[in-house]
């Protein structure tokens, strides 16, 4: 059974920062690419950054390039989202899941298991 377990998230001042990780299990996690998502209230959820396998590709999101960092660890079976000068628009609850194709350049259009953790809720305030 596949499954994500999202962690990290908290309540932050604009300007601060967080580290959110995803524990994934019930797949061959090394062979996937991983992204983290968020939705934030009203939104739909818009995936923010991937990164490939062997995470020597990563892609993001126009609005958090430079102040987020994805990376991962596959010998514990985790993606990190390293977020840095947070804003109140980056309010949501974040989740993370694997891209079921492998690719060899990181997509934010990955196609990700039916599987969805909790995720962890990100507050920024102004």
């Known amino acids: 059974q596949v499954q994500f377990v999202e962690s990290g998230g908290g309540l932050v001042q604009a300007g601060g920062s967080l580290k959110l990780s995803c524990i994934g299990s019930g797949f061959d996690f090394q062979y996937h690419g991983m992204s983290w998502y968020r939705r934030a209230p009203g939104k739909d959820r818009e995936s923010v950054a991937s990164?490939?396998?062997?995470?020597?590709?990563?892609v993001y999101e126009d609005s958090v390039k430079g102040r987020f960092t994805i990376s991962r660890d596959n010998a514990k079976n985790t993606v990190y989202l390293q977020m840095a000068n947070l804003q109140p628009a980056d309010t949501a609850v974040y989740y993370c899941n694997a891209d079921r194709a492998w690719r060899s350049v990181a997509t934010m259009d990955g196609i990700t298991f039916s599987s969805w953790g909790q995720g962890t809720q990100v507050t920024v305030s102004s």
């Open positions: 990164i490939t396998s062997n995470g020597d590709s990563t």
